[in-house]
């Protein structure tokens, strides 16, 4: 079975900072795919960023980069120059090859003015 | 093009009643999946459907049923509704039922009192 866990429930960070959120995540597949939504209070789980297991290299999407530990099994997210819209839960999430998700609890971070 | 859609948005049902949300994907998506999610908590995978077979199943209790139709939207049932049902049902699509990417709908916020 697949877990995954956030051990962060709340973060903040003054806008214009850099924020890192923690993730770690158990399997015994060797082809998965890791993910972090943003899921703000309208409820769309809207995708941040996607590595895919067999890349050494850390994926990165403008002011969003991953820290992607294969052997100790993390993956954490830094937001980069955080701004106010920013401001939403994240979850780190685990895909399997059968396209199904496995979800950590998420981390709620606020972007402070 | 019109992402994933739920209906409805929002419902109230009572202890014991039966309830049927509905997702229609993505077009050309053929893939359907169904998430749990309680409140404070990440969604957990329910049920995975392909070509109107069911491809997965979480740990889930068979009063959770679902279906997909030729058009490929899909329907999730839950009989006998406890109060530990109400969540946000959310519905993601894709096009294949491996090593693709995954659209989440908005959601249904399910209410049971």
């Known amino acids: 079975a697949q877990t995954v866990t956030q051990s962060q429930p709340e973060m903040s960070v003054q806008e214009a900072e850099t924020v890192t959120l923690s993730c770690t995540y158990d399997?015994?597949?060797?082809?998965?795919?890791l993910f972090w939504y943003k899921q703000p209070p309208s409820r769309q789980m809207i995708l941040v960023i996607r590595?895919?297991?067999?890349?050494?290299q850390n994926a990165t999407e403008n002011r969003f980069s991953v820290n992607f530990q294969k052997a100790a099994k993390s993956f954490s997210l830094k937001i980069s120059d955080s701004q106010l819209g920013d401001t939403a839960m994240y979850f780190c999430?685990?895909?399997?090859?059968?396209?199904?998700?496995?979800f950590g609890t998420g981390t709620s971070l606020t972007v402070i003015p | 093009d019109a992402g994933v859609t739920q209906s409805p948005t929002h419902l109230i049902k009572t202890r014991g009643q039966h309830v049927t949300l509905r997702c229609s994907p993505i077009?050309?998506?053929?893939?359907v999946s169904w998430y749990q999610q309680v409140l404070g908590q990440g969604p957990q995978f329910i049920f995975q459907y392909y070509e109107k077979e069911e491809r997965g199943r979480g740990n889930f209790p068979d009063r959770f049923s679902a279906r997909q139709f030729p058009n490929y939207s899909s329907e999730l049932n839950v009989n006998a509704l406890l109060l530990g049902d109400s969540a946000l049902y959310l519905c993601?699509?894709?096009?294949?039922?491996?090593?693709?990417?995954?659209?989440f709908g908005q959601g249904t916020r399910l209410t049971v009192v």
């Open positions: 399997t015994s597949e060797s082809n998965y795919y």
């Open positions: 993601a699509s894709s096009e294949g039922p491996k090593d693709t990417e995954a659209f």
């Open positions: 077009s050309g998506h053929k893939s």
């Open positions: 590595q895919e297991a067999y890349k050494q």
């Open positions: 999430a685990f895909r399997n090859t059968g396209n199904q998700f496995y």
